[in-house]
């Protein structure tokens, strides 16, 4: 998501973290996926005293801008070291770089929807997230921009869909299949209002919502004047993980993760 978005990014972070008021959670590692300028380290730092950053950059952020990123982590960590995460190498090789079981709270703000394999992304989260850990997340859903779905402007703009255009009741689903714990999910319309055509462009495209190679032509038919994000949320944890995954509505339970006592009794 690039510059035009940033308050977009930092204002849905905001919702998403007002909604963490209510949760009870000693989190001490903390990964956020993506990472981005804005004030949702600071809230965590205010949340979690003593709380330690695991970043994962935007990939379109600057050298310097992940420089500076990089160096507010480490004062946000109160100068403890923390992973810097690729997405980049996450897309490649469907591996989130942190060790398994590592993880108190995983913070995921409008990446899904980019994301070819969203399903494998929860595995990965479930993987690293400790034994009642959270996983709270955001994403655009599928009646994002609905204003452009017109047939007229679909032959004249290079328009494209989101990779993972999922409604809320496909992500508690999903979440539950994965083996996440008690799955909470809701959703909003958020309504962006237009006056200029460049920029409705520019933020459809930061949406990735267009190609954003396409060059910019005439258009024949008017742009809508306001762009509908339906921005949806949710959060679930992760219970159970010595369980191995269910199958048939059941739970086997790993032979390692059986404790016994042995005692010898005097005759």
Known sequence: MTQSMRWLQDEIAARMLQKLDIVKLEAKDVLLIPDFPGAHAPFLTKRFPGIRFHSAPECELSSFDLFKLRVSRFWNSRMKSASIISIADYKKTGRINLPSNSIDLVVSVLLIQDLADPKHFLQE????????????????????????????????????????????????????????????????????????????????RALHLLNPSSQSSALETPLPKKLTLEVVYGHAWALGKHLAKAQDHVAYVDLNQIGRNTRSDSA
């Open 125 to 204: 989260c479930w993987r690293v997230l400790k034994e009642g850990g959270l996983l709270t997340l955001s994403y655009l859903g599928p009646d994002t921009a609905k204003e452009l779905n017109s047939e007229l402007l679909a032959q004249q703009l290079p328009l494209q869909k989101l990779a993972s255009p999922w409604d809320m009741h496909d992500m508690g689903d999903a979440l539950l299949g994965e083996r996440f714990s008690d799955p909470v999910m809701d959703m909003e319309f958020l309504c962006l209002d237009y006056e200029s055509d460049a920029v409705l462009l520019a933020d459809a």
